[in-house]
C-alpha cells in the first residue's frame, strides 16, 4: 500500500466538511491532517469531531504545514485566486472546487500560475464522477450513439439558495454559478464551443431583480464541430433536484439523470406517484466522494488531473459568453474580441 | 341526431388516405361523399374500397359538389391556396392540414380570403387533440404549475424522409415542414412569441446539402410574457419517433410524450429493454380521428374551429422567423421589419 | 378482395354492441347483416344508429338467417351453450365470448357439439390479441427467455362491479369470472397445468359475502413440465386497471402490461404523478378488434381458430379447480378425480 | 457526545469485512475494538487494513475482551447458536446476522438464552432499512392504502450461488436462505402467518439436485388476518439482482424495488436499454449501514431493538413451514402440530 497522501481542506461550509468527512475515512490513500477556516470555532468543532488536531483560522498555516501534500480548496469563490497562488508556490498538489473565479481574468492568470508552478492541479466538477456521466462518456467513445450531434442539458434547483448567496457579485449569477456544470459537460462530451447564445428572465422569484440575477435561462450551444446545444436552467424546479443530460448522435441517443430518490411508488385513486431526489447531496454524494478519490489517486499516481485547471478556464469562459449574451442578446464568440469586454459582467 | 355532414376529402396519399377511411365510419356525424386526387387512379381505387362513389379528378369538381358541405384539403402544400381560395368561395366549410403554405404571403393572403368568405375555417395541428397534449392544456389552465415560464419540445423523426419530400422548395425546411408543430403548441401553452433565434447543421445526412436543407436544429423562443422556450429538432432519433415537450412552471412542470409503443419489457443479461414508437401514424392515429372529430363536430354545432387559420399563419410566421434567424445566424423578432424579407426564404 | 363474411351479433350488452360497431367498419372483410339481443328495442336502436337492418329479438332467428356466415355470442354466459348448440348445427362459423360456460359440464358439452357439428368455433380471449402479450408469446418462441420456469399474473378491477354482476351464479365468482384470463395465458405460455392451489378472501367489500363471492385470491400454479406459477385477483385495484404478467425464464424475464393511460407527467411539490389505466375497454380495445379481425380472416380463409373450443374447456377446468382448491384448502389436480365434483360448486 | 459503543466483529467474510468497515468510520457513535475470524490470517490482515489491533482467532477472547460491548455475529449460520450463548452469558449486546439458525429447534432455544440472559438482541434483516421498504412501511401505518389485503414479493439472484453456499445441510435450503426475507418483510407488513403453501422445482440448474436444493419457488400465504400473500424465489434472475415488494390495499397500492442501476438510458435501433442491479451489495449498501447505525444507537439509548429474537424465530418458523409445505405437498399451518417435525427438514 501506498503511503497515505496528507491532506488539509481549506474551507469549512457544507460542502468543506462533507469533503473533510469524505477525506476522513471513506478516501483511500488520502490522510485527513489539517482543516482551515476562517471561522475558527467551525474549524475547532469538525477538528475535533473528525479526531484531526490540525486546526487552523488561516490558510496559510495549513498550507505552510509540512504534513499537507495536497489541499482541497472549498472556499468562497473569491479567495479561490489567492488560495491556489499560495498553494501552487509551496508547490501543493491543489484540488479546487467549481468555479475557479468569477472573472475570467483572474482565472486565466491562475492557470498561468499553476502552469508555471509544474503543481498538480484538479478542478472540481463532480459531475464528470457520476456513474451516469461516465458511463455516457464512455458510450460515446464506444461508438454506442455515432457522431454527437445535439447536446441537451437541464439543472433545476429545486428552490431558490439566498439571495446573499445568489448575489452575482460573489455567484457570478446564474450561468457561472449553475450553467457551468453544464457547460463543462458540453465540453466534455462534444468538444470546444464556438459560440453561444442566451435569453433568461427573472420570471419566479421578483425579488431576485433587487440583487441583479435571473432565476431562468436558456442558451444555445453551436460547437466547433457544427454539433448543437441547448441548456436551460432554472432556479424553480420546485418538484426536485432535476438534473439531465441528453445527448443526441447520428446512431442513437444517451439520456443521463433520474428524478425518483426512493424506491417506492404510491398507487392511488389520485395516481401513480414517486418522489424525487431532494437536492445535489442526495443527487451527487457519490461523486463527490469518487471525485475526491480520482484527486488523491492521480496525485499518488503521478497521473494527469480527471478536470485540468484549463477545463476550469474554458467552462468559466463559456459561462461568461453566455452572461454577455444574455445581456446583449446576440451570439457571442468564445474565443476573440467578443469576451473582451466579458471579465466586465459581474 | 344531427344530419351528417357531407365531407370531400381533396389529397390521397398517405394521410389523405386514412383521413378519408377515419371519416368512412369512425367520425360520428360525418359522411364521406366524395374524394378527389389528381391521380384519377388513386381516387377511383380509395373511392371503390370505401364504396364512395364519387371520385373526382379535379378538385373544383369535389368543391362544386352540391352533397359536398365540408371539405378535407390534405394535398401537396403548394396546392392549398388555390383549393382554400375556391373553397372558401362556394362556402364549404375548410379543414386545411398543416402548413397553411410555405410562403408568410400566401398564408396571409389565405387568411383574408377566408375571412371575407366568412366561412368555417380549421387548421389541422393534430397534437393538440393527443390525449397527453390536451391534458398539459388543461393542467395548465387549472394552475397545476403555476405561471408557465419555460417551453421545451423536441420532435424527432426515425429516419430521413425522402429528400423530394425534404426539398425546401416544397417542405419548406426543417422549422416549416417539422418545427411548425413545437412552434404551434409554443403559441397554445405559452401565447405570441416575441423573438426567435436559431442554430442547425446538416450532422447527419451530407445528401441534404444537395437539397439544402439541414437536419437539426435548435430554437431558442422569446415570447412576449417573458417566458423562455427551446426547441430542438433532428431527422436522426434512428432509436424512434420521438415527440415530448415540457412546460417548467413556478409551481411545477409537465412532461407530455412517451417512447414504448408495446407494453412488454424484456430483461436479460443484456439489460432491459423496451421498444419505441415506430413513427406518427402510430404516435397520433387516435389524434387525427379526435382532430376530424372536432372539426365536424364544430362545423355542425356552429362553433369557433379548434384552430384557426390565424394560428396557422402565426405559426409559420414564427418558422419563418426561425429559418431566418438560421440563416443570418441572429435573433429575429416575430413581427415588424424583421421578416418583411422571410417570404423569399424558400 | 374476398367476399365479406356475412355475421350476426347475438347479445347487444355493453360489450356486444362494442363488437357490432367494430364489425360495421373496422373489420376488414366483414359485413354485420344482423344484431339480436332480447331487449328487441335496444336490438332496434342499435340497428338504426349502425344501419343494420335486420334487428332480431330471438336470437334463432338471427341463426335462420341465410345472409348471416357467422355467429359473434356475446349475451350472458348461461345462454352459451343453447346459442352455440343451435348455431352448430345451423353450421354457422362461431366466435364465443369467454367463458364458454360456468359448469365444466356443459362447456365439455358444447365441445362436443361443436367438434361432431365440424363447425369453425373460436373463442374469445382478447388478452391473447394485445400487442404486449403476442409481444411475449413470440419471445417466448425465440427463445430470448430460454426455458419458462415461473409465470406470474395479476388482474385487478379498478372497482367492484354491481352485486348482481358478481352472483356467482351467474359469473362463475372470481375464478372463472376473472381468473380465467390469466388461467389463459398460463396455458398459452407455459403448456398445461397439472394442479392448483388457492386462497382468498372476502376483505375489501363485506358485501360481498351475501352473494357468495371472494374479492382477492391467490392461486399457485404447477404446470406439467415442471414450471411454476402464481396468479393474483382482486377486485380492489382502487388505482386503476392493472393487468400485467411476467414470465421468468432461464435465460431472462419478460413483463407484460403498463400503467399510465395519458402521456403526461405531472410534477409537483407533491411528487412525480401520473394517471392509470381506468378500465378493460381502454386497455383492451385494439385487442377486441384484433381479436375480431382474426375471427373473421380465420374464417374466410379456412384457418385454424386462433383460440379454440378446447382451449375455453381447459381454461374453465383449471378455473374450475382453482374455485375447488380454495373452497376446500387443498392442492386440486386439474385432471382426474379432483375435479368430478367440481362441476357442483356454483 | 455518547461515549461510543465497542464493538467487535466475528466473521470476517464477504459481508463481515463489509460491516467491520462500516464500522470503522461510517457508524456514528461506534468504535471497531476487535475483528475474529477461525482464519486468523484474515482477521489479522483486515485488522490491519483499518487499523485495528486486536484481531482474534477465537471468538471467545473477542467475547471476553472487556472493550467489547457489542458482537456483530457475521459467522456461518452453524455458529451462531454457540456464539450468542456465549455473548449473551457475558452480558454483550448482540446483532446477529440472519438467519438465526437453520434449526428451529436451536433457533427456539437462542430465544430463550437471550431472553434469560435479557441482553440487548437485534436480529440482521437489512431490507427493513432500505429507504423503499421503510417508507411503505411509514404509508402504511398513515393508512394511504387503507387495510392490506395482499403482499406480494419476489426474491432473484442474478446467478446462482456456489453449490457449497447453497448446500441445505448449511444454507438451510431456498426457503430459509433467500425466502426469509420476503417472509420477515410479511410479518413486517401483514402481521402474522397463518399457514403457507409450496410449489418449487429445480428449473434452472440441474446440477442442484446434487445437494438437493430447488432453484424457484412459489409459497402462498395465509395470514390470521385473513389477508393473502405470494412469494416467489428463484436462482436465475439472471437479467440482475432483483427484488421486488407489493402491497395491496382497500385504498391504494405500493410498490417497492427498483432495478436500474446507473442513471443512463441507451437510445438505438435496438430500443431503449437500461442496466439493472448488479448484486445484493449494490442494493442494500446503505441498509445495512443503516441498520448497524440503528443497533448502535439503540443499545446507547437503551431502546428496543429494530427487529427482535423473536422476529428471527418467527421468520425462520415461517422459512420452515414453507421448505415442508413444498416437501410434503399440503398446506402447511405456521404453529401448532404441523411443525413438529419440521425441525428435521435440513
Redesign the interface.
Known sequence: MNKRLGIGVIGLGRLGSSYAKYL???IEGAHLVAVSDVNEVAAARLGAELGVSKQYGRYQDLIADKEVEGVVIVSPTSTHQEIVLDAAKSGKAIFCEKPLSISLEAARSMLRVVEQAGVFFQMGFMRRF???YV??KR?IEEG??G?P??F?SSS?DPFRPSLEYLDPAHSGGLFVDCGIHDLDLARWYMGEIESV?S???T??YPEMKEIGDID???T?L?FKS?????I?L?R?????Y?IRTEI?????????????????????????????VPYFTERFEQSYITQLQGFVENVQQGKAPSVSCADGVAALQASVAATLSYKE???VKIQGDDLVQGDDLV
Chains 1, 2, 3, 4 share one sequence.
Request: zero cysteines; glycine letters at 16%.
Open positions: 476522513n475515512g471513506r457520476d456513474k451516469g458511463a455516457a458510450k454506442v450513439i457522431t450531434v445535439l441537451k433545476r447564445y435569453i433568461g428572465g420570471l419566479a431562468n435561462a436558456v444555445s453551436y457544427g454539433a448543437l446545444g441547448t436551460d432554472s424553480n424546479g420546485v418538484y426536485g432535476d443526441l448522435g447520428t446512431e442513437g441517443t444517451l439520456k443521463v439523470g433520474y428524478l425518483r430518490e426512493t424506491p417506492i411508488l404510491v398507487m392511488t385513486k389520485d395516481g401513480i406517484t414517486h418522489d424525487t442578446n446576440r451570439p
